[in-house]
């Protein structure tokens, strides 16, 4: 395989709804600045992009099949070639992916990833029949579909299995929304405390409003290329920051759509097929576990994603990485509610299973330098969804992905404070972030790894 | 104290206008004004009845019909399925019919849902759950009844419980639903 960079990226302003354009001028919105980012103009990029692949949820909400093309359309790229992926939450991390095995593969040396939906064209709670169509429609859908009810259920599980509390998930939203006051691009800008969080209406005992992320309207761009395609860009004019933001891991994982299948191995089947590296190599954490499966624990049952591990441990090993909390940077992961960023961490690694109540709560996944507002006992390690994440930036299924591997690009380019007009989020040194996609219940997810080319 | 609402719920429907605004002429200046108008919203209508079919899961909606809860198992591992699957994830083996109506059966997780898709809305609030059954590798997703949903407790979890059908069937998932066991 090639090594891929990740040269350029944009987004569009995510909103409750963008009236003001169709599908395919927002999606140019975020395609004119990756390109400007680069220095080109749109003749230019045109005449050095190979092709496209194409992100987008669900037809549904735009009552449009083959938007895809009509957005190929629209940026000017026929009869480039190009195709439309799609895996529920997921999709922008499948589609980052397909463009960085387009690159890897010698097929083309410059691809562009864009993704976008537009959720607002339906009424929210017709949206969240159209999302819950996302599960089996013989069998879980006719029983009160409802994906906030889904990860609902699955959040008591956690609670129950290992003491998580609503206070810690409320960590989260805290920090997510805080961040994001300082990420231009967000959709919400709201300063909130924990007793904000659990005092906002009740969706799904025990989520909140404030503990789920909102539908939006919104496009994002990535632009990846082989070292061919760097050469190429310049040879048009093109400039690129250096060092070079190189993608050098991909990984994914999959689990039954009905969480009611979803099994619950023992002990050493755990430890054989689904534990770290890391968790394997230690005695106390072999003894930590042993403990949980003696007290009747059981993986991944529906508390834990274990997509999200298949996913992070693929990407690691192909990465080298060893020790996900420190040789990481920062994370973007996909927070869509509270819970599941704190079910990511465990799957992630960055905890073990069952710490990540604490571990929310513990200040590690914090900003340093943002003030929050709360006692957080321990100081920032590896920053998680330093941009806001999807419960404060918005969530335009199709978009999301791909925005997290622009925010993820800026920050090893260490250009935050230029596309943000604030330097706040920059973390400071950032060589090397993972993103995470997750679709529905942990169907599909994806985690890629951008770092800063040596 | 939870908040109250500030906001009145946003809904379509409305007067049908006709007349939009738009220049007399369509000079330079005015065709250049377009450039500043706000965006034109139509409503489009969309139903469909689709035939859906339950394939191979089909005698699982019958028994249901005639108060019976069915679930599947690999003949040869025995592995069983509470929500049923023609082929056992593990070997592809077709699985067979077992009955789990008896079974002992607890709420493994649940939720209130005080929301819902725009279907179920009116239903709210109502409580769904994941049910484990004695001697079954898997779970079945249901509404649990006779619990107080603005009560909710993790105490639940755990609780034996049972099923009931609806006497007139509805060949639907919801034609058993859980309430808590009789002592």
Known sequence: ?454 | MAKLPEQRPETLGGYIVHGIPFPVETDPDSLAFLKRMAPLQIEQEYRITYLHSYGQDSPWFAAASNRRLLGTQDPKSGYTYATPRGHDMFSGEETRWIDITERKAHVHAFTVCHFGSEEFLPETPFVLALIEFEGVNTLFLTRLMGVDPLEASLDWIGMAVQPKFLRNSKLKPTDVYFVPAKA
């Not at chain 1, 191995?265 to 097929?273: G, I, K």
């Not at chain 1, 230690?282 to 999200?308: C, I, M, Q």
């Open chain 1, 1 to 454: 395989m090639r090594p891929v960079f990740a040269v350029s990226g944009g987004v569009s302003k995510f909103a409750k709804a963008r009236p003001d354009k169709t599908f395919q001028a927002v999606v140019k919105e975020a395609y004119d600045y990756a390109i400007a980012d680069l220095s080109l103009d749109f003749p230019g990029f045109t005449s050095v992009v190979d092709g496209s692949v194409a992100s987008y949820f669900s037809d549904h909400f735009t009552r449009q099949l083959m938007a895809g093309i009509m957005v190929q359309d629209y940026l000017g790229l026929v009869p480039k070639p190009g195709h439309r992926v799609e895996g529920g939450g997921a999709t922008g991390g499948l589609c980052f992916q397909e463009a960085w095995k387009s690159i890897a593969s010698g097929h083309m040396d410059v691809c562009l990833a864009y993704g976008f939906e537009t959720m607002s064209h339906v009424e929210t709670w017709k949206g969240n029949e159209f999302i819950a169509l996302a599960s089996d429609i013989s069998w879980d859908y006719p029983v009160g579909g409802f994906y906030s009810g889904y990860y609902a259920m699955m959040v008591t599980r956690h609670m129950k299995e290992f003491g998580t509390t609503v206070e810690q998930m409320a960590h989260v939203s805290v920090k997510n929304h805080i961040n994001a006051f300082h990420n231009p691009y967000a959709q919400k800008k709201e300063r909130y405390t924990i007793q904000d969080v659990r005092s906002s209406p009740m969706v799904a005992w025990p989520l909140t409003r404030l503990d789920i992320c909102v539908m939006s309207d919104g496009a994002a761009v990535v632009i990846l290329a082989s070292e061919e395609g760097v050469r190429r860009i310049e040879a048009a004019g093109g400039k690129i920051p250096r060092p070079l933001v190189r993608v050098t891991g991909i990984g994914r994982g999959t689990d039954a759509m009905r969480m009611s299948d979803r099994p619950h191995v023992d002990f050493d089947t755990f430890l054989r097929d689904y534990a770290t590296e890391q968790e394997r190599s230690s005695n106390e954490t072999r003894s930590y576990y042993k403990k949980l499966w003696d007290h009747g624990t059981r993986y991944p049952g529906v508390h834990s994603f274990r997509a999200g591990r298949a996913a992070g441990n693929m990407a690691y090993k192909h990465a080298g990485i060893a020790d996900p909390l420190h040789d990481l940077d920062f994370v973007e992961l996909h927070d869509a509610y509270t819970s599941s960023e704190l079910q990511t961490y465990e799957d992630m690694g960055l905890c073990r299973y069952g710490e990540g109540g604490p571990f929310a709560a513990s200040g590690k996944a914090f900003m340093p330098g943002v003030d929050y507002g709360l006692k957080l006992p321990e100081k920032p390690v590896c920053p998680v969804n330093p941009s806001g994440g999807l419960i404060a930036c918005g969530h335009p299924v199709g978009a999301t992905g791909l925005m997290q591997a622009v925010f993820a690009a800026w920050q090893i380019q260490g250009t935050v404070g230029k596309h943000f007009a604030d330097s706040r989020l920059q973390v400071k040194d950032a060589r090397r972030g993972a993103i995470h996609s997750h679709a529905g219940t942990g169907t599909y997810v994806t985690v890629s790894i951008l770092e800063r080319e040596a």
